[in-house]
């Protein structure tokens, strides 16, 4: 049986959007079934057309962080969601977050799923690798 | 040592050399093997990884100047 891996996201600032990706995609290309369940403020990731800041008083220096990993190669945050895709890394949006966020079904990003707590249970209950990054 | 196909992976930075590993492979036919290159630190541990977890043969590695040189043969 195909191993599964699984994330719970909470947060929403730049590196809480960037460790999911670069840890599924990774686990992905391992041959492992990855999910990730954005909720509270991670949810806001799964938005089309986010650019996550940093955090805090670091904001400001969001701009300098992109073009420092430009310059190194290191793939940004929209290439990385292009990658988690075509690798078939599975998001899923917190139902309750999107009521609570005033967030919408079509905010989202394309091939997002909508879940509740027991509907991720189910995929996280029989995972071996379980993340929570918030 | 004789291969089918390279993947010049150096300059990238993971989790890329592994992402784009996994993508070469898929290319590949069964038996065949696949030379990587990779400076990337984390490579020396991470490709040895990957082959245990996907069940590919890592069939030798060296390292020269911080380039990594990795021979996989697909299952």
Known sequence: ?134 | MDKDATLDAKGLMCPMPIVQLAKKMKDLRPGQVLELLADDVGSEDDVPAWTNRTGNELLAMDEDGGVFRFYIRKK
Do not use: W
């Not at chain 1, 309750?96 to 879940?115: A, F, N, P, Y």
């Open chain 1, 1 to 134: 049986m195909t191993e599964k891996m699984v994330m719970v996201v909470s947060e929403g600032s730049f590196d809480k959007a960037m460790m999911p990706l670069i840890m599924g995609t990774t686990a992905a290309s391992m041959g492992m079934e990855v999910h990730v369940f954005y909720t509270f403020f991670g949810l806001k990731l799964l938005k089309k057309g986010v650019r996550p800041k940093l955090k805090g008083i670091m904001r400001p220096f969001t701009g300098m962080m992109e073009r420092k990993m430009k310059r190194l190669k290191v793939p940004g945050f929209e290439e990385m969601m292009a990658q988690a895709k075509d690798l078939g890394v599975n998001f899923h949006a917190c139902s309750t977050s999107m009521t609570l966020m005033g967030i919408s079904e079509r905010d989202l990003r394309e091939g997002v799923k909508v879940l509740g707590a027991s509907a991720f249970l189910n995929i996280a209950a029989d995972a071996k690798v379980n993340l929570f990054i918030g």
